[in-house]
DNA sequence: GGGTCTATTGGCCGATCGGACAATAGCGCG
DNA sequence: CGCGCTATTGTCCGATCGGCCAATAGACCC
């Protein structure tokens, strides 16, 4: 076995209590060290720029800049930022938003600790890790096509009771258009009405609470 | 000081990491003991029967048997039972449910470890506590009328796509009845229309994902 | 005992929806 | 340069919705 350089990790999340937690929990492992910890995407990115960790361990939701956003600014500034998402929610669209961000890998937090510590090591080593709940969870997802982003604009107004006359004056569009967007929401989403379409835009985390 | 009997505690969350990180916490604090893990409901209550501990710390999402059904059948076996609800949700229907359910307290998984600890010794004590931003999200929900179950029943089914008329033969009532309740939930809800209303009933945690 | 709330039902009607028909323009991909 | 996808718009029509009127019966609280 060479002498593999110890993981520098940096923890984000907002909740104090899962974070001490976890940071125990690493520190016990041999070979990784947590340098420091942030409960928000500002200071997660403050403490990146002067502690240049291996590895930032990233939750989604936080308050203020969510963990997508946060993501996106980090890599912007640093694009060999390695990062794994470890977060709640098995939606698709986070996933898949995630990932796109540029995110090293993505599990939900119950994964099993051997798995956690596997994962940051993957991502380390610049694989792309997915927990396999979150795997099935996102195929799951492809098999139907994806939404448009025009659609999601529609589906957000949707959600809030317009009509389609509504939703094309606020869109500067005819209400016809407005009728084609939410027709093709019903078929994508699998959904009989409007108001199923709203149902399935939240399981598939489309819409958030 | 008098010597105050160290408080034995039932941990339960379907998170390890979690799970881990609070056990190593709580145990550092001084009169709480972590006596015990469960990772669903029912392995919950069947080490309540064995062990007898003083409080539960409860996650409100879990697999199988979720948070408020395991505090039901555990509170009917045993009525005297102290449970503390720790969950990442602060929306008022699961708050009410939980504190309906018998739950001494309810607290999100965002408080510092103090609050925690505190509110733990509180709830041992007998007291009833609440998480302030919990209260305040309450305080939010109370303001418009209550849902009765039957409304929440036919939000379900309007959820899924079914139309006035098929509510109506699924409840074995007429549709006009449906239609009823379906404008009661537009009203209490404060939508437009049944797309709106499944989406408030997502927001005030009506319905689940 | 009276008041409040919920559940139940009826009819009427204009507004809205969702499906089916069909068509044009722009964009990225191979 | 076609191929496919998205965005756009049109018309017609039956089904559905949501608001309006009003009424009865049971449950629960003060």
Redesign the interface.
């Known amino acids: 076995m060479p002498n593999i350089p110890t993981i520098r990790l940096l923890l984000v999340d907002?909740?104090?209590?899962?974070r001490?937690?976890?940071?125990?929990?690493l520190n016990y492992e041999p070979g990784i060290t947590v340098v420091a910890e942030a409960d928000d995407g500002a200071s997660a990115i403050a403490l990146w720029r002067r502690l240049r960790p291996d590895v930032m361990l990233l939750d989604l939701s936080m308050a203020g800049m969510d963990g997508i956003e946060t993501l996106e600014r980090l890599r912007a500034e640093f694009p060999d930022a390695r990062v794994l998402m470890l977060t709640?929610s098995e939606?698709p669209e986070d996933v898949r938003h995630a990932l796109k961000a540029g995110a090293g890998g993505y599990v939900t937090?119950?994964?099993?600790?051997a798995e956690?510590v596997a994962a940051i090591r993957e991502v380390c080593a610049g694989a792309r890790v997915i927990g396999e709940s979150v795997a099935r969870q996102l195929a799951a997802g492809e098999e139907s096509g994806a939404v448009s982003r025009r659609e999601l604009e529609v589906l957000g107004l949707?959600?809030?009771?317009?009509?389609n006359a509504d939703i094309g004056r606020l869109l500067g569009i005819s209400e016809r258009t407005a009728k084609a967007h939410v027709g093709a929401l019903l078929c994508k989403l699998q959904?009989?009405?409007?108001?199923?379409?709203?149902?399935r835009g939240?399981?598939r985390g489309l819409?958030k609470?």
């Open positions: 907002d909740h104090p209590v899962l001490a937690g976890l940071a125990n929990v709640s939606a937090k119950n994964v099993r600790r956690l949707v959600r809030q009771g317009f009509t959904a009989a009405d409007r108001a199923e379409a709203v149902a939240f399981e819409l609470v």
